[in-house]
């Protein structure tokens, strides 16, 4: 009887956060989705969460307002403020997050994967290489990446 007064009372919390986190999400909310990638790939997004990981990268992070979101990036064998707003990682096997806030993500390297919600655009630039990788936009279809660079939209 006491676990199921206490699953209740978790849900009963649990709802209210799931509901708000709806409403609140924009109508213009795209999603893009990159599988194993090797080159170049360039996130441009507003307000979105991006979720990855690189095998192994160059990975720079523009963060124009640390106070609007957050930034994490694990497994990085070296970091450099390059600028107040703009730090680069180096390493394998890195994971990273970006959660809300305006952000500018710049990876070279191979083994990316990412996820993001939100508004923006993303470019890249699979360098003529065999299995470069491929990308999603918005629920569409998965497409290679492009031998040369080229820039897309999601969401809005």
């Known amino acids: 009887m006491r676990r199921l007064l206490i699953l209740c009372a978790l849900v009963g919390l649990a709802l209210p956060a799931g509901i708000q986190a709806a409403t609140t999400a924009g109508a213009a909310d795209g999603t893009l989705s990159v599988k194993n990638a090797t080159g170049l790939v360039l996130v441009n997004a507003k307000g979105a969460v991006i979720i990855g990981h690189a095998d192994k990268a160059r990975i720079t992070i523009t ?13 990085s064998d070296s970091k450099v403020a390059l600028t107040p707003t703009k730090t680069l990682y180096k390493g394998e096997d890195m994971r990273f997050k970006l959660l809300g806030g ?3 993500l710049f990876i070279r ?3 990316i994967s990412l996820s993001a919600v939100g508004e923006g655009k993303v470019s890249f630039d699979g360098g003529n290489v065999a299995n470069d990788g491929k990308f999603s936009i918005d629920d569409g279809p998965f497409l290679s990446l492009p031998d040369s660079f080229r820039t897309f939209s999601f969401g809005g």
């Open 63 to 75: 963060d124009s307002d640390s106070t609007d979101g957050r930034v994490i990036v694990l497994g």
């Open 109 to 111: 390297g191979s083994g």
């Open 102 to 104: 305006d952000n500018l």
